[in-house]
């Protein structure tokens, strides 16, 4: 399975907006590129995902890169309650869709 | 429907003796996987259900555990023998067919002494 690529720890402040980078210069044509996001205390829950374009939905926007090595995960106002661990996963298509989470992004946001 | 559930939450248990744990679904999912997480690590993939069918477990499923969905609705995971190193929070998620988005539960929080 390709591998992802992400900080270990952001900082955010209240209310901006948090751009959380993930590199997966391995992908290949097939791989949806998804997050999930772990609050503490709580089971991970599903941010997003997407295949080539960019994608928008309630709780964020993927951007994706042209050549797909690399994504971004955007929060356009972090929020006390986004304080989480952030995982970029990718997930074969055609796969059962097990996830293969990595270490994360941990995000704090100060108020 | 509230979501995946998970039973019990938290367990402790000694060294040697057998756990179960229940995982109940959103309704009409027909994926039901579970995973394990440790201290400061991400979910590591354990076993894989379609409907009452085990199709995929990791090797990280050693011969102490077993997973079984008889019906294609709950799912128990049992281990037995625990050991020390089974301390870990076991998460259950589930998914519709079709859709690769999947629901986690609270997960059951195992502690081995």
């Known amino acids: 399975d390709a591998k992802t690529t992400q900080p270990n720890s952001m900082e955010s402040n209240e209310e901006e907006p948090v751009h959380l980078p993930c590199n997966h210069s391995?992908?290949?044509?097939?791989?949806?590129i998804h997050w999930y996001r772990q609050l503490p205390s709580q089971g991970p829950e599903y941010v997003i995902h997407g295949l080539t374009s960019n994608v928008n939905n309630r709780m964020a926007s993927l951007a994706i890169a042209e050549d797909r090595k690399s994504s971004t995960l955007i929060l356009h106002r972090a929020t006390l309650r986004d304080a989480a661990v952030y995982y970029c996963?990718?997930?074969?298509?055609?796969?059962?869709?097990?996830?293969?989470f990595g270490k994360g992004t941990k995000l704090s946001v100060k108020p | 429907d509230t979501g995946v559930s998970q039973n019990p939450r938290h367990k402790i248990t000694k060294r040697g003796q057998n756990v179960t744990f229940r995982c109940d679904p959103i309704s009409e999912h027909n994926r039901l996987y579970w995973y394990r997480q440790t201290l400061g690590q991400g979910p590591e993939f354990l076993t894989y259900f379609q409907n009452e069918a085990q199709l995929e477990k990791s090797r990280l499923l050693s011969d102490r555990f077993s997973a079984e969905r008889p019906k294609g609705s709950f799912s128990t995971l049992e281990i037995q023998r625990t050991e020390q190193g089974d301390s870990a929070m076991y998460l259950c998620?589930?998914?519709?067919?079709?859709?690769?988005?999947?629901?986690f539960g609270p997960g059951t929080r195992l502690t081995v002494t």
């Open positions: 998620a589930s998914s519709p067919i079709g859709s690769y988005e999947q629901y």
């Open positions: 391995t992908i290949s044509g097939t791989d949806y």
């Open positions: 996963i990718l997930v074969r298509g055609g796969s059962q869709g097990n996830l293969i």
